[in-house]
């Protein structure tokens, strides 16, 4: 992995422009299939402008890479999806627009699971991204390339988007770091939707600090998203600060997970600075059902615009029934249709009280837990991901797929912020942590992640 | 139980035609992920339910006219495009 800071160093010496040449050699020589495409001409000619002292901004001369379902202008934008395949977009999204305003070299788009919907990116159109530690494994879903590019040094940082997990799966499948802001804190404003009241555009990158870094550049004031918060965020060091810390009781994993956990939680129990206490959230037991019902209702509503008339797949044009029906069973894949069409029975007359309105009802149960965790703790912990990185294929039924998100998806029901940091490896395969927060409260889960980035270095726990 | 008609029904109220081996994938799928959904039944019926997570309320702006796409812009992704129009599949048959 390649910091901020080892990148700023090397352009001191070197020149950008043969940094960048060298990344890209690699990303074409690379087995990942992380990219889907690759922005080369004008990856060169901004570190070209950066050479001449042209690129400004606190990214300025960054290769930073951008998942395929953030809009760029002029850029083909897929969402992994036969239906958008040859799609280019007439506008920046707003993370886009602040990226190119702060100096950053945009590098690529990311590989990804079709519309963000899956776990591992099995269900993408261009294939799956391989894991970084072990090709015959998954990177983790649904940002997938956005976590192997960082792993693989195919870019210093990446910006994925989180609906139940998507930036913390594939950060703790890749060994990197992924956070998932606050609802509202980050433009929506041209991330292609899939299910909008849970999802959240991150970064991820290679530490703590260039996490911090690339969330002060996306996170701020945008009218173009109506749920936007109309918040900035600064990131500011609290070392002394000491944390009460609440371990999740129903957010487990395998052995080889919770062996690793176990160590992680001595270590804390260990600390002078922390107090380790248990939490219980019976809620948990109904948000995973909550979460795919939500998210697939969200889903049968917003790709109902993919019609094959203003853009996308088309096809010779006939009734408007048969039109449709035929274009959409063309463009789209198989978990597409899956929960297109779940979503549209979830929603349908006689079905509404029983599925819809219930996983909301849920969702003010979920909530009601985090706050009554947070008014007794600084930070809640779990493992990421329930168990370390799966085969290529070993996830055949969509039931088992969908559990495998069992950890991380109560966080987006709620709203409140999450990361996934590297916690070691088990059988050199990487391991998550997931740090939870209150609303808004990215400071705090970034200083804990900070201190632990710290402790496990000092300790080389997390050496593999 | 989940019946073929009714992943055609479905199937129908999501506009994506199936072909007979998906119907029946779908419909075995369908059952067993609807079965897990069963659970929500257990969760009172008198909880208020959660809309939006954060508390937003009647965010407004100023009426002012801003830039939008060209008409080349917003067409440029259609495939049956006629007289600077995007041209639709047949509504009456």
């Known amino acids: ?48 402008e950066y050479d001449k002292g042209e690129l400004k901004g606190k990214l300025a001369g960054i290769p930073v890479a951008i998942k395929d379902n953030i809009t760029t202008k002029g850029i083909r934008t897929t969402c992994a999806s036969r239906i958008l395949h ?39 159109f261009f294939g799956v991204v391989r894991n970084p530690y072990d090709e015959d494994r998954v990177a983790g879903g649904s940002s997938g390339g956005s976590g192997a590019v960082v792993a693989g040094e ?23 770091y ?51 918060a109309g918040r900035s965020f600064e990131f500011k060091g609290q070392t002394e600060k000491k944390f009460k810390i609440g371990v999740v009781k129903e957010m487990g994993g395998n052995d080889e997970v919770m062996g690793r956990f176990s160590e992680v939680l001595e270590m804390l129990n260990g600390l002078t ?34 019609d094959g008339v203003r ?36 929603l349908s007359a006689g079905y509404y009280g029983k599925y819809y309105l219930k996983a909301l009802k849920v969702r003010t149960l979920v909530r009601r837990d985090f706050q009554k965790a947070f008014s007794q703790v600084d930070v809640l912990i779990s493992p990421t991901m329930p168990s370390l990185p799966f085969r290529i294929g070993e996830l055949a039924d969509p039931l088992t797929m969908y559990k495998a998100d069992v950890n991380t998806v109560a966080i987006n029901l709620a709203g409140i912020p ?20 209150d609303y808004f409260s990215e400071n705090t889960i970034l200083n804990f992640a900070l201190m632990l980035e710290k402790r496990f270095s000092e300790t080389g726990l997390i050496e593999d | 139980m989940i019946t073929r008609d009714d992943v055609l029904h479905i199937a129908n109220l999501a506009k994506i035609q199936l072909s007979d ?73």
């Not at chain 1, 998507?166 to 990197?176: E, H, T």
């Not at chain 1, 916690?423 to 927060?437: N, R, T, Y």
């Not at chain 2, 799928?29 to 609807?34: C, K, T």
């Open chain 1, 418 to 437: 999450a990361l996934s940091m590297p916690a070691g490896f088990v059988k050199g395969l990487p391991v998550g942590l997931q740090i939870m927060g």
């Open chain 1, 273 to 306: 600075d922390g107090e380790v206490v248990e939490v219980s959230m019976p809620s948990f037991r109904y948000a995973l059902a909550a979460y795919y019902v939500i998210a697939m209702s969200e889903a049968s509503s917003n790709l109902a615009r993919y």
């Open chain 1, 1 to 48: 992995m390649i910091s901020v800071a080892e990148w700023k160093e090397r352009v001191e010496s070197e020149k950008c422009y043969d940094l960048v040449s060298e990344m890209l050699e690699r990303i074409e020589r690379s087995r990942l299939n992380a990219y889907i495409t690759v922005i080369e001409n004008e990856a060169l000619r901004k570190a070209e």
């Open chain 1, 154 to 176: 195919e870019a210093v940082m990446s910006l994925g988007s989180d609906t139940g997990g998507s930036i913390r799966c594939p950060a703790s499948f890749c060994g990197v």
């Open chain 1, 86 to 124: 040859d799609y280019v977009p007439p506008f920046d999204a707003h993370v886009v627009e602040r990226l190119k305003a702060e100096g950053a070299i945009i590098i690529g788009k990311t590989n990804m699971d079709e519309f963000a919907m899956g776990t591992t990116t099995e269900t993408s």
């Open chain 2, 21 to 93: 081996e998906e119907v029946e994938k779908f419909k075995d799928e369908f059952q067993s992920i609807l079965d897990y959904f069963d659970i929500l039944d257990e969760v009172e019926e008198e909880i208020e339910p959660t809309f939006t997570v954060i508390q937003l309320r009647n965010v407004f702006r100023e009426d002012a006219p801003g830039e939008c796409l060209s008409r080349e812009e917003a067409m440029m992704n259609a495939k049956h495009v006629e007289n600077g129009y995007f041209k639709g599949p047949k509504v009456v048959e």
């Open chain 1, 178 to 228: 992924g956070l998932k802001p606050t609802y509202g804190l980050v433009s929506r404003y041209g991330l292609i939707p899939y299910a909008n009241s849970l999802e959240q555009i991150g970064p991820m990158a290679s530490s703590v600090e260039d996490l911090a870094l690339l969330l002060e550049v996306i996170a701020g004031k945008d009218a173009r998203d109506s749920t936007n």
């Open chain 1, 311 to 346: 853009y996308g797949l088309a096809s010779e044009l006939d009734s408007w029934s048969r039109y449709f029906s035929k274009v959409r069973a063309e463009g789209f894949g198989e978990e597409v249709k899956r929960r297109i069409m779940l979503g549209s029975y979830a």
